[in-house]
């Protein structure tokens, strides 16, 4: 999405040698475009039998939160260790830059909960791989994901490989 992409700002080098970091700081910032990406991303699942979103922390919250208002579902936030204050699920995963763990509540989910799971950006897949990992413990099934961006030539797909996927922007 052309008009989508126009917002995104490009930090080379941050938060390390290396890294192309994406900016969707511009984006939320227009309210024409925040509202256009939440429509973008939801589009799909309009009128699906979806029973939840899921968001990784940070940015994930972002667009997760909108994405379950606007389709009229929970929203369950998928958080960084030691953040969430009741008992959890949690699970390590290799990122583009570092490693890092997730957590998520126990009763966020139950079996028959149909899950969709959001955030900003795909890279390594390994953010998203370990989210629906995460929700599989629940006993909830991951319906589809969606991404605002997608690194297509870090293969995060190949990960994913057994979900329904929708990117918004591809690099
Ligand atoms: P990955 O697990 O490699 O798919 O990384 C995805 C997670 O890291 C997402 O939550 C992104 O917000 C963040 N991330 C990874 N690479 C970038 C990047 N180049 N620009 C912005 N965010 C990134």
Same mark, same amino acid.
Request: aromatic share 8%.
């Given at each position: 999405?052309?008009?989508?992409?126009?917002?995104?700002r490009?930090i080379p080098d941050?938060?390390?040698?290396?890294?192309?970091?994406?900016?969707?700081?511009?984006?939320?910032?227009?309210?024409?475009?925040?509202?256009?990406a939440?429509?973008?991303?939801?589009?799909?699942f309009?009128?699906?039998?979806?029973t939840?979103?899921?968001?990784?922390?940070?940015r994930?919250f972002?667009?997760?939160?909108? %994405? +379950?208002w606007?389709?009229?579902v929970?929203?369950?936030? $998928?958080?960084?260790?030691? /953040? &969430?204050?009741?008992d959890?699920?949690s699970?390590?995963?290799?990122?583009e830059?570092?490693?890092?763990?997730?957590e998520?509540?126990d009763?966020?989910l139950?079996?028959g909960?149909r899950v969709l799971l959001?955030?900003?950006?795909?890279?390594?897949?390994?953010?998203?791989?370990a989210?629906?990992?995460?929700?599989?413990?629940?006993?909830?099934?991951? %319906? +589809?994901?969606?991404?605002?961006?997608?690194?297509?030539? $870090?293969?995060?797909?190949? /990960? &994913?490989?057994?979900?329904?996927?929708?990117?918004?922007?591809?690099?």
């Open positions: 999405m052309r008009r989508l992409e126009a917002h995104i490009n941050f938060p390390k040698p290396g890294i192309q970091f994406k900016d969707i700081t511009p984006l939320v910032k227009e309210p024409a475009m925040l509202r256009l939440v429509n973008q991303l939801i589009y799909p309009l009128g699906t039998d979806i939840a979103v899921a968001g990784m922390e940070a994930g972002i667009f997760g939160s909108l %994405a +379950a606007e389709l009229g929970s929203f369950v936030p $998928l958080r960084k260790p030691g /953040k &969430l204050p009741y959890v699920q699970l390590s995963y290799d990122l830059y570092g490693t890092a763990s997730l998520i509540h009763d966020a139950k079996q909960d959001v955030d900003d950006l795909i890279a390594t897949g390994g953010t998203a791989a989210s629906c990992a995460l929700i599989e413990k629940l006993d909830a099934e991951v %319906a +589809a994901c969606a991404f605002v961006i997608e690194l297509d030539f $870090l293969k995060g797909r190949d /990960k &994913l490989e057994k979900y329904n996927i929708h990117s918004l922007i591809h690099y």
